[in-house]
């Protein structure tokens, strides 16, 4: 299974939005809507902000969101801060019920 | 809140077996799925396998074979083998708590483990 592809780096200024992708196949993203995101602070444990595509855990915030299209799902970040610096995963379940993260996408704010 | 910690030898040379325990605290092996996910230095997350009571387990195609991932229900425990492992294999290994078709709860802080002659 190879991951899903997700761009190496991303920036915006504070209170900018914006959006990373997380580009898979008709046997990943495209077949299911468990699609999950994964937010890593540098020598940090990896913490779900997002899951089934679009959910948000208890205690994320709202500016965290979800969505899918086809074989693409996106996170986007609305009204970005400086706290929000940190690298990004996506990961889905497979049509064989296996797991695929992304290759994470480094988030600079400017 | 679920607590898991991860624990194992730390230093391994290269062609012997890893061998890593998580210990759940709070919460009973049975009551969920429970999965492994390693990351290298400097680099992303990787799936390793996942594991439930009934005995459903899937593991990742690239490690081909070389994984195995067991319950001990007496001692509330997950544990992972890794047989002949390279220097490749130097990551920070997570253990996580999840249900199926959902994210992965990462409740331990990891263990560093490194392949080293």
């Known amino acids: 299974q190879s991951a899903l592809t997700q761009p190496a780096s991303v920036s915006g200024s504070p209170g900018q939005s914006i959006t990373i992708s997380c580009t898979g196949t008709?046997?990943?993203?495209?077949?299911?809507?468990?699609v999950s995101w994964y937010q890593q602070h540098p020598g940090k444990v990896p913490k779900v902000i997002i899951y089934d595509v679009s959910h948000r855990p208890s205690g994320v915030s709202n500016r965290f969101s979800g969505s899918k299209s086809g074989n693409t799902a996106s996170l986007t970040i609305s009204g970005l801060q400086a706290e929000d610096e940190a690298n990004y995963y996506c990961s889905s379940y497979t049509s064989r019920n296996l797991v695929v993260f992304g290759g994470g996408t480094r988030v600079t704010v400017l | 809140q679920v607590q898991l910690q991860e624990s194992g030898p730390g230093l391994l040379k290269p062609s012997e077996t890893l061998p890593l325990t998580c210990t759940v605290s709070?919460?009973?092996?049975?009551?969920?799925?429970w999965s492994w996910i390693r990351q290298p230095p400097g680099k992303g997350l990787e799936w390793i396998g996942y594991?439930?009571?009934?005995?459903?387990?899937k593991y990742n195609p690239a490690l081909r074979g070389r994984v195995t991932i067991s319950l001990d229900t007496s001692k509330n425990q997950i544990s992972l083998s890794l047989t002949s492992v390279t220097a490749a294999d130097t990551a920070v290994y997570y253990c996580?708590?999840?249900?199926?078709?959902?994210?992965?709860?990462?409740g331990g802080r990891g263990t560093m483990v490194t392949v080293s002659s």
């Open positions: 996580a708590k999840f249900n199926w078709g959902e994210a992965f709860d990462i």
């Open positions: 594991i439930y009571h009934t005995g459903d387990i």
């Open positions: 008709s046997g990943d993203v495209g077949g299911h809507n468990y």
């Open positions: 709070d919460a009973s092996i049975t009551s969920s799925y």
